[in-house]
């Protein structure tokens, strides 16, 4: 196999290596962008957003969450609602920073594709150079 039949092969799949490229690009930077808005959600109204009230159901702090004994004493330490509250909002931040990172990585992804297709279209009308 020759290199043009090489560039020929590469050649019928670059507009649907580009498009995909566009795709994945343009739907990791919605979903990147939804997830801003959810964190600044989080941020502003905790308690409103589905994923910590989620979160909030699934927790079964009841208890005391630190307890011993301190000589004749004895310690319990409970939490509140709004500690609880920020805890778990703070876990329900790091969740969406790593789904950021996924999403970041598809996005990167899909911008290496389109690099991809217009690399290979230029070397592929670049001419062969002359041997003397």
């Known amino acids: 196999m020759n290199k043009e039949s090489g560039y020929r ?13 566009i795709v994945l690009a343009g739907l990791g930077g919605l979903i990147l ?55 778990f909002s703070l876990i329900g931040v790091l969740i969406l920073l790593v789904l950021g990172k996924i999403i970041e990585t598809l996005i990167s992804a899909g911008i290496s594709i389109i690099r991809f297709a217009v690399i290979e279209k230029n070397v592929s009308e670049r001419p062969e150079p002359i041997d003397e």
């Open 33 to 87: 962008s939804y997830l801003g808005v959810l964190v600044l959600e989080i941020i502003n109204n905790p308690a409103e957003v589905k994923v910590v009230e989620l979160i909030l159901a699934q927790s079964r702090i009841d208890g005391a969450v630190i307890f011993g004994v301190l000589g004749e004493h004895q310690i319990d330490i409970n939490l509140s609602e709004p500690v609880k509250l920020f805890m």
């Open 9 to 21: 092969y590469i050649g019928e799949f670059r507009k649907p290596m580009i498009i995909f490229g």
